[in-house]
């Protein structure tokens, strides 16, 4: 009986090993590869099999693990109206909804098959997650904190709470997390378009933050950081956080900690080249926000050489930042700052899955692993310009994009219109 599907591509990067493997086969059964190969691996052309139910012909493409988003606001739209931002802080869940769907529906159009959300100050995605998600069959793994914590009076009304009166930071995260994928706390401001550099005072004590970082992993959670500016962001990592968010500004010292302990750093590059490019041309403010971009990639270019640990967030939700297309924008970004095609794929798929803690279902492709992958077309040299149209996004053997596999021939169109 014919139960095995046969995958042909011309390239293979696993996101793991630095290398480029050509004319590659993968065998798969019940959204599991069971066989993974290239030219010659086997003895023989797998391809005269006729055992396989079906054989994708991808042999003009590139296999790369699916992709994770570390740092989205999935309740929230890029779209620049003001109006329409400012009703993001009132809308009821039953207009959230759809908005979280068609956000995840822009991801998997990009062969994103994670996102970490960065949360909402009515908890509005985590209690989407957990009564409507597997009912709506959207594929895309999602973690979410529900809510943020911030001080009274500062900055991240948008994606969260102060601790109520009486109630310390660890208290909350003690009561909140359990029902949250992780924590996630803001401990500075946003980063002036006005002044450049300018640095915000932390939110939280050393102590208020490490006793919460501790409550979270107590029961068993991480704990993102909102931090921007060398204080706020050397006390999160004293603090035994798990990720820095932003970190603009964070300087040398704070680099050499993050590549220390072995810390995850989610730069988020493209929310200011999004800013520059939307303020109007010429003003004091999108000068500043091209020179917060300049640091930027300057600081993730040390940090390369550094050995930290970099994953992808695209911090979508944020003026100007859209679901889905920004993450290439993103890759552009990391490459103008000097990482390679590879530490760019790894940042992108493996050190994202270790950081939500999805490694078993979007890790390297191996034999064993879940079957997600996607298909881009062309050779390796073209793949972050390929990402803006993937061929196919494959998530545990099914194509999302169109629902069945692609068959020798010309391809079908997809069954749903993707932006």
Request: proline share 6%; charged share 25%.
């Amino acid at each position: 009986m014919k139960s095995k599907d046969m995958v042909r591509a011309g390239w293979l990067m696993d996101g793991s090993s630095g290398s480029i493997r050509r004319d590659v086969f993968l065998e798969m059964e019940n959204g599991f590869v069971t066989e993974l190969g290239w030219n010659g691996s086997r003895g023989h052309d797998p391809y005269e099999d006729k055992s396989h139910r079906r054989v994708w012909d991808l042999s003009d493409c590139t296999l790369i693990p699916g992709l994770i988003d570390c740092h989205v606001h999935l309740s929230m739209s890029g779209t620049p109206d003001r109006g329409e931002r400012e009703h993001q802080l009132s809308r009821t869940f039953e207009e959230v909804k759809p908005v979280i769907e068609e956000h995840l529906r822009h991801h998997a159009s990009r062969g994103i098959v994670a996102v970490r959300d960065g949360g909402d100050a009515h908890g509005h995605t985590l209690w989407y997650k957990k009564r409507w998600m597997k009912e709506d069959c959207v594929p895309v793994r999602l973690k979410s904190p529900g809510k943020a914590w911030r001080s009274p009076g500062r900055y991240g009304r948008l994606i969260g709470d102060p601790p109520p009166e009486g109630s310390s930071l660890a208290d909350c995260v003690a009561r909140y997390a359990r029902s949250a994928d992780h924590v996630k706390i803001v401990n500075s401001g946003l980063n002036s378009l006005r002044e450049f550099g300018k640095e915000t005072l932390p939110q939280f004590n050393l102590d208020e933050l490490r006793m919460a970082v501790r409550r979270g992993e107590e029961l068993g959670r991480k704990t993102m950081v909102h931090a921007n500016g060398k204080g706020p962001v050397s006390m999160a990592l004293k603090a035994g956080c798990h990720s820095i968010e932003h970190g603009f500004f964070m300087q040398k010292d704070n680099l050499e900690r993050l590549a220390e302990q072995q810390v995850y750093w989610v730069p988020t590059l493209f929310t200011m080249k999004a800013y520059a490019s939307l303020l109007e041309p010429g003003s004091l403010e999108s000068r500043v926000a091209a020179l917060n971009l300049e640091s930027q990639l300057e600081q993730v270019s040390r940090a390369r050489a550094m050995g930290v640990l970099l994953a992808v967030g695209t911090d979508s939700g944020s003026l100007g930042v859209h679901h889905g297309t920004s993450f290439v924008e993103e890759l552009k970004l990391l490459q103008e700052a000097g990482l390679d095609l590879h530490e760019i794929l790894r940042a992108a798929t493996l050190h994202g899955a270790a950081l939500l803690g999805v490694e078993d279902e979007c890790g390297p492709l191996r034999v064993g692993s879940p079957a997600t992958f996607v298909a881009l077309l062309g050779p390796p040299s073209r793949l972050i310009e390929s990402l803006s149209r993937p061929t196919v996004v494959c998530i545990r053997g099914v194509d999302v994009l169109r629902g069945s596999m692609p068959i020798p021939g010309p391809r079908p169109g997809p069954l749903c219109s993707f932006p």
